[in-house]
């Protein structure tokens, strides 16, 4: 049993390790996006032909994909946290997980995210305005 539990953390360690090194690999290449386009289209300038042209246009579409890589992940990242978040209610609160039933569980998760948040934003608003009164 102890080869298991070893066998398990090392698993385990490997795989947390391997997604850590990639999502911040990951990271580094969105952040270094621009940077590679404006590297390329500055070294087609210094050449010239059809590689030149190819050049500037791979580079200034990095340059110009990267705002909208970023919103893509700015929509992508708030679903995925509503998800994470309402299914730790769902998952371990009763009367939600109860409450829920009927949807799948993807649906359900999204639903309490969203319902959750809501009230919360709802309440750091006004929290001010009831602190004053």
Known sequence: MDQQLVMQLLVV???????????YGLVALLVKLDD?????????????????????????????????????LEFVGTIAM???????YVHNIAVVHDGLHFMPTMLASLV????????????????????KK
């Not at 509503?82 to 730790?88: I, P, Q």
């Not at 948040?117 to 709802?122: A, M, R």
Request: proline share 3%; net charge positive; aromatic share 6%.
């Open 82 to 88: 509503l998800l994470v978040g309402g299914g730790m």
């Open 112 to 131: 309490a995210g969203l319902v959750i948040g809501s009230v919360v934003l709802f309440i750091l608003h006004h929290a001010p305005e009831i602190k």
């Open 13 to 23: 360690s490997f795989i947390a390790l391997l997604a850590t090194v990639g999502v």
């Open 36 to 72: 590679m386009g404006l590297y390329l289209v500055q070294y087609a300038q210094s050449i010239t032909g059809l590689l030149s042209t190819i050049l500037t246009k791979v580079g200034k579409l990095l340059i110009a994909s990267l705002p909208k890589i970023i919103r893509l």
